[in-house]
């Protein structure tokens, strides 16, 4: 009887051990299965620390906005009132929902060569709250300061061509006959006025041209000034306004100049000025100036100061000026005069045409003005979802979106004309590859969470394997125990019977 309570109690445990081991051997497949799902949100977890995210800059990366689609296409302080196309593959203009309305009225169909400038007054004015009358009145405005400047550059050359007929050009011999008939000091100085004459205060001392001054320092510095200005006096008969101004500034400097050679005379500026030393002459202890070198002074001054020289094909340095008298002069003279007018028209113009927008408005227009242009050339696509930001991101950084930007120029007729220049978003200036801290921020919170999840649920599995493995290791004892009492008692029945 005691040996079949055994049996049973042996059948009992066995059974319970072989339960218990089924379970650590469940408990142990999930353990496996919580070590490769914390392997697998640590995996997601890295992934998203690497993600990146597109950002706008205007300071080459020092800080960052977000790219959005307001960034690119809506005027403003990221952009600077400038739009950045956003286009696709086929070069259209991609618009939003705001945005499909206006595009709608340019080209029906979404196709290139639609009409903007008809709907423009309308578009703009609901854009940006101006007035219709005041936008209309800024083209007029802008049309008159057109007109001007057409007016101003075509006078212009036709001031170009008149003073190249009107003007002289000549070496400096040719030129210093303007001096008038005041100096001797080449043979055809006195070429341009015909003067025949050389007046008496000129005359050859010791073999050289000389003008011999008074006995009286002070009376030959003031005799010299006049000789001097009273040759200025004659060239502005046929110098321009700025030429007159050049040579009055070079023979202030040579007057100066020619008082402090006077002041040092016969000691180191011999060549220049002396007090004669020739008793049987006129000049006989008076003061005398070389006429040669005083003239080479002045040009040189002259040039110094700006008076207009050019090169001709033999390399010599020539000089201009005018006949005031000739037609060609008048005709010059006349049509400078309407140059002034037209400037001032152009001007006033001008004036009038900042007065009717302010800059803000100005720079409001420009931008809407490029923007639907841009979709009257080229056509655009509507994309309802372009505004998200996350989804705009994505399909730049797939090149799937475009970066445009629009360069205005001019044909050779003088018509403007927008240049497009497109490139993938990575490549442009203003776009930055970033962290995206948002999603790292999402990606931590939830490795936490998930990572918290799942060493709850270790923690209970190995609980339960700890308790499992004890009461296996008690009925492996208890298991023995009954083993070796059965033993016994088997060994003790058999003995009898032996």
């Keep these: 009887m005691g040996m079949a309570a055994s049996q049973v109690r042996l059948l009992q445990l066995t059974s319970r051990k072989n339960d218990i081991g089924y379970q650590l051997q469940d408990l142990s497949l999930q353990k496996m299965s919580l070590s490769r799902d914390m392997k697998r949100i640590t995996q997601e977890y890295q992934n998203a620390l690497n993600t990146k995210t597109l950002k706008w800059s205007n300071n080459g990366g020092a800080s960052y906005v977000d790219l959005s689609y307001g960034t690119l296409m809506r005027p403003g302080s990221s952009n600077q009132n400038t739009p950045y196309l956003l286009t696709n593959s086929s070069g259209k203009v991609v618009v939003d929902n705001k945005y499909q309305k206006y595009a709608e009225m340019i080209?029906?169909?979404?196709?290139?060569g639609g009409d903007w400038d008809t709907v423009r007054t309308s578009v703009l004015s609901s854009l940006t709250g101006i007035s219709a009358e005041k936008i209309d009145g800024a083209v007029l405005a802008e049309e008159a300061v057109d007109t001007s400047a057409d007016n101003v550059n075509n006078l212009m050359e036709e001031v170009d061509r008149l003073q190249a007929e009107a003007e002289i050009t000549g070496t400096e011999p040719e030129f210093l006959g303007c001096f008038g008939n005041s100096w001797a000091s080449v043979?055809?100085?006195?070429?341009?006025?015909?003067a025949s004459t050389v007046q008496q205060d000129y005359e050859d001392a010791n073999g050289e041209r000389c003008w011999i001054l008074s006995e009286d320092l002070s009376s030959s510095k003031t005799q010299l000034s006049s000789m001097i200005n009273q040759m200025y006096t004659s060239a502005c008969n046929y110098l321009s306004d700025e030429d007159s101004e050049a040579l009055k500034e070079a023979c202030e400097t040579t007057i100066s100049n020619y008082n402090?050679?006077?002041?040092?005379?016969?000691?180191?500026?011999?060549?220049?000025?002396?007090t004669s030393k020739d008793t049987s002459g006129a000049a006989a202890g008076k003061y005398v100036v070389n006429i040669d070198l005083l003239i080479t002074e002045l040009m040189r001054n002259y040039v110094s100061a700006g008076g207009t020289t050019d090169t001709n094909s033999r390399g010599d340095t020539v000089y201009c000026w005018y006949d005031k008298n000739s037609q060609e002069y008048q005709e010059y003279i006349t049509k400078l005069e309407e140059l002034e007018a037209a400037k001032e028209e152009y001007s006033t113009s001008v004036d009038t045409n900042n007065q009717v927008l302010t800059a803000e408005e100005e720079s409001l227009i420009n931008f809407y003005d490029q923007m639907f242009s841009a979709?009257?050339?080229?056509?655009?696509v509507a994309d309802s979802q372009v505004e998200d930001t996350d989804y705009l991101n994505n399909m730049l950084q797939n090149n799937q979106y475009y970066i445009t930007t629009m360069n205005s120029q001019e044909n050779s007729d003088g018509e403007e004309f927008f240049e497009y220049n497109t490139d993938i978003a990575s490549n442009f200036e203003n776009i930055f590859s970033v962290n995206d801290s948002d999603a790292q921020y999402e990606a931590q919170i939830q490795y936490e969470y998930e990572k918290s999840v799942i060493n709850e649920k270790e923690?209970?599995?190995?609980?339960?394997?700890?308790?499992?493995?004890?009461?296996?290791?008690?009925?492996?004892?208890?298991?023995?125990g009954i083993e070796t009492v059965k033993n016994d008692n088997t060994e003790r029945t058999f003995g009898i019977f032996a």
């Design 107 to 112: 080209s029906s169909d979404g196709k290139a």
């Design 459 to 480: 923690s209970r599995v190995d609980t339960r394997m700890e308790n499992l493995q004890t009461e296996q290791s008690a009925i492996n004892e208890m298991i023995k």
């Design 187 to 194: 043979s055809n100085a006195n070429t341009i006025n015909n």
């Design 260 to 274: 402090n050679y006077l002041d040092t005379s016969g000691e180191q500026c011999g060549d220049v000025c002396q």
């Design 375 to 380: 979709i009257a050339d080229n056509g655009w």
